[in-house]
Antibody, heavy 121, light 111 residues
Framework: EVQLRESGGGVVQPGKSLRLSCAASGFTFDDCAMHWVRQVPGQGLEYVSGISWNGANIDYADSVKGRFTIFRDNAKTSVFLQMSSLRPEDTAMYYC??????????????WGQGTLVTVSP | QSVLTQPPSVSGAPGQRVTISCTGSSSNIGAGYDVHWYQQFPGRAPKLLIFDNSKRPSGVPDRFSGSRSGTSASLAITRLQAEDEADYYCHSYDNTLSISVFGGGTKLTVL
């Protein structure tokens, strides 16, 4: 069974940093691209960032480019999202998502339960 | 403003058929990128419903079907049931933005 367990969310002040982690199990981790998708409570889904199986291909939404960094550790079957210069508009539930394809862009066939990030003074 | 456009809401009575549209452009659906659909219940993570335009993951009832044509895609739900009441999102790739993109979501109400 595929499991994606996010952690690292919490309340943080504007301008500060936070690192989200996603521990994956139940599938061959280095066969799959991984992504982060966020959702403001009550609103729609927003793509944040993605990384290919070997880290060679990375993409970011314009809204986070230059502030967020995605990386992965295949030995630890984990993917991370380093968030800096956080803004109130970054407040959202952040989902770790598994891609069906190794390099993307494929469908997102498994989702974690999410970790909530709140950016507030 | 989402890159992919969905109606904010649709509704139907039990047993009826409803469709949810997803309209894109020449840089995403029209460029040939596959469309995927997700179902999300309140307080829960999204779940893959349709992938590669029309394929159903194991366990998804055949009441759910998808199609793609030109710059648009559609999700159809037949024999509507109360348990289908949820939010539905379409997803594709955009080669101008060079990232995955989602529709704004459609809330399905079963009357």
């Amino acid at each position: 069974e595929v499991q994606l367990r996010e952690s690292g969310g919490g309340v943080v002040q504007p301008g500060k940093s936070l690192r989200l982690s996603c521990a994956a199990s139940g599938f061959t981790f280095d066969d799959c691209a991984m992504h982060w998708v966020r959702q403001v409570p009550g609103q729609g889904l927003e793509y944040v960032s993605g990384i290919s199986w070997n880290g060679a291909n990375i993409d970011y939404a314009d809204s986070v480019k230059g502030r967020f960094t995605i990386f992965r550790d295949n030995a630890k079957t984990s993917v991370f999202l380093q968030m800096s210069s956080l803004r109130p508009e970054d407040t959202a539930m952040y989902y770790c998502v598994k891609d069906r394809a190794a390099s993307g862009p494929g469908d997102f066939d498994s989702w974690g339960q999410g970790t909530l990030v709140t950016v507030s003074p | 403003q989402s890159v992919l456009t969905q109606p904010p809401s649709v509704s139907g009575a039990p047993g009826q058929r409803v469709t949810i549209s997803c309209t894109g452009s020449s840089s995403n659906i029209g460029a040939g990128y596959d469309v995927h659909w997700y179902q999300q219940f309140p307080g829960r993570a999204p779940k893959l419903l349709i992938f590669d335009n029309s394929k159903r993951p194991s366990g998804v009832p055949d009441r759910f079907s998808g199609s793609r044509s030109g710059t648009s895609a559609s999700l159809a739900i037949t024999r509507l049931q109360a348990e289908d009441e949820a939010d539905y999102y379409c997803h594709s790739y955009d080669n101008t933005l060079s990232i995955s993109v989602f529709g704004g979501g459609t809330k399905l109400t079963v009357l």
